[in-house]
């Protein structure tokens, strides 16, 4: 059937040859005596291709087929692909062209002229001068502001769009020694994920793991649980994360007081939200690793500022330890059960008598794990781990004897004199013995005796900055000035109300 002349433009391989087209359907009758196929009137076209000129030239549409044996092919393809990725082309493989493209683009960018970066709205970059506190919001969560939300944000920050970014010659290099770099694998193990923590809070857990771990053990080069398990637990642990930038910020504020005030008021609701938990909140919300290394790290925080407020903090840890059995054993059980030994040991003397004696007179290798080490036989910290056990439990035998009579123990202080004197001011794990020290200067009536003390205490306070022991020299002439009319030992809560370690 032909169609009135004007109503239809013809087929497209007439309109190719120039002549008009009958346009008779299907198959207009010129096509038919030249013997091609006709398109049909209309001059649409359709290609068996993709395109039939460039680059995809002559490439066929790719069809799907569900068939099991092709899905196996496929996979096949694929990992060999994968085993054999393609080759990376280097800066040094570049065409000369190409080099001096990017060599005018370097140059342009020196200059100042950004073709592809956009600039940014001022109103874009808020800054804040002054700290603002964190502030609770419900029994879980804590909204965090201004300073405070920069220094422990963990949430994900916002990506640069393609437009945005200034691809040059060095940029990918070093994507491209990134992607080559090896990444391990667990196989038939699904990983957790970890959110991406912000700079700020990489900045306060970096700092913890410099300056404040190695100060809470004995030998930081051989291990250190504050640094190898409480951070990693802290990267999945909202309040024991909020508790380790708090700590940081606390030893931040000995050298930067605006620090000062987001510590206190972050301490303030993480405390707000430990009871808070202890009067709602189920036994497993309560007894569980959470809260034991928030406790934990807490008391860290009070040895740095020398705070009298210890106390309630260590009882309640002492009253969590007495129901930790349903936790299940790990490497994380492990170290908090020695750190809560080490702050039950050296911080029960300091709460009074009674405290005191119910801890020294137990078996001290109870208390005193957190000073052994898996060492070889003949490792050179093995003296030194030996020499500071004995002190302890020296330092030990000088309070309960205090606390039983009124006698001078000038020989016992003498052993211990000659006991520290064999470590060296500033061998490693020397700090370790501030509260050996404490202990003996607060007992000794010899000038001798006090100076040499004193100044082992000065000495760590001068390397570590740590508050409490400042703190613990201040109170000695109080303590002294009443050895003739009783025992220190006795108000020792009221005279050294910080926790000395």
């Known amino acids: 059937m032909s169609a009135p002349p004007g109503k239809r433009k013809g087929c497209f391989q007439c309109s190719k040859r120039r002549i008009v087209c009958d346009n008779t359907e299907p198959s207009c009758i010129k096509c038919q005596k030249k013997g091609i196929e006709c398109s049909g009137s209309g001059r649409i076209r359709f290609s068996n291709g993709v395109a039939r000129r460039g680059k995809l030239k002559g490439c066929t549409i790719p069809v799907a087929d569900l068939s099991p044996e092709s899905a196996l092919e496929t996979q096949a393809q694929a990992a060999a692909a994968a085993a054999h990725p393609r080759n990376i082309r280097w800066k040094a493989d570049q065409s000369a062209d190409a080099r001096r493209k990017n060599a005018k683009r370097r140059a342009k960018r020196d200059e100042g002229v950004t073709e592809t970066r956009a600039t940014p709205c001022a109103n874009n970059s808020p800054t804040h001068d002054d700290p603002i506190s964190p502030y609770p919001l419900d029994g879980n969560h804590f909204v965090e502001g201004d300073l405070w939300d920069r220094l422990t944000d963990t949430s994900p920050q916002p990506q640069s769009s393609l437009s945005e970014v200034d691809l040059t010659d060095e940029a990918v290099e070093e ?103 202890s009067l709602q909140a189920s036994p497993d919300r309560v007894f569980n690793l959470s809260t034991w290394a928030t406790l934990i790290v807490l008391l860290v925080g009070e ?29 994380a059980h492990d170290f908090l059960n020695q750190q809560s030994h080490m702050f039950e040991f050296l911080g029960q003397p300091m709460l ?72 060296d001011p500033e061998q490693m794990g020397s700090h370790a013995l501030v509260w050996v020290c404490f202990i003996a200067a607060a007992d000794s009536t010899d000038p001798e005796h006090r100076r040499f003390f004193v100044d082992r205490m000065n000495r760590v306070f001068t390397k570590t900055k ?34 000395i370690m």
């Open 175 to 277: 994507a491209v020694d990134l992607a080559r770099v090896p990444v391990p694998v667990v196989h038939g193990a699904i990983q957790p994920w970890i959110a991406p923590l912000s700079p700020q809070a990489r900045m306060l857990m970096s700092h913890f793991a410099d300056q404040v771990a190695p100060v809470m053990v004995v030998l930081d080069n051989v291990s250190n649980g504050y640094r190898d398990v409480l951070l990693p637990l802290a990267c999945e642990d909202e309040l024991l994360r909020t508790a380790v930038g708090v700590v940081a910020s606390q030893h931040l504020a000995l050298y930067n007081p605006s620090f000062q005030s987001a510590a206190d008021e972050g301490r303030a609701v993480i405390i707000s939200r430990l009871r808070r938990d």
């Open 466 to 499: 740590f508050h409490n022991i400042s703190a613990g020299i201040q109170s000695l002439p109080a303590i002294w000035s009443q050895q003739a009319s009783g025992r220190w030992t006795q108000n020792l809560a009221k005279l050294a109300p910080t926790l």
């Open 303 to 331: 040895t740095i500022t020398g705070s009298s407020e210890y106390t309630h903090l260590l009882q309640t840890l002492m009253c969590l330890i007495q129901n930790v059995g349903q936790i299940a054993p790990s490497a």
């Open 352 to 423: 009074g008598e009674a405290h005191g004696v119910q801890a020294l007179r137990l078996p001290l290798d109870h208390y005193l794990d957190w000073t052994y080490y898996d060492l070889p036989s003949d490792s050179e910290h093995n003296k030194l781990l030996h020499i500071s056990r004995i002190a302890f439990i020296k330092a030990s035998q000088i309070y309960l004897g205090r606390v039983t009579s009124n006698q001078d123990q000038w020989a016992l202080l003498e052993e211990l004199k000659q006991l520290v004197s064999q470590i």
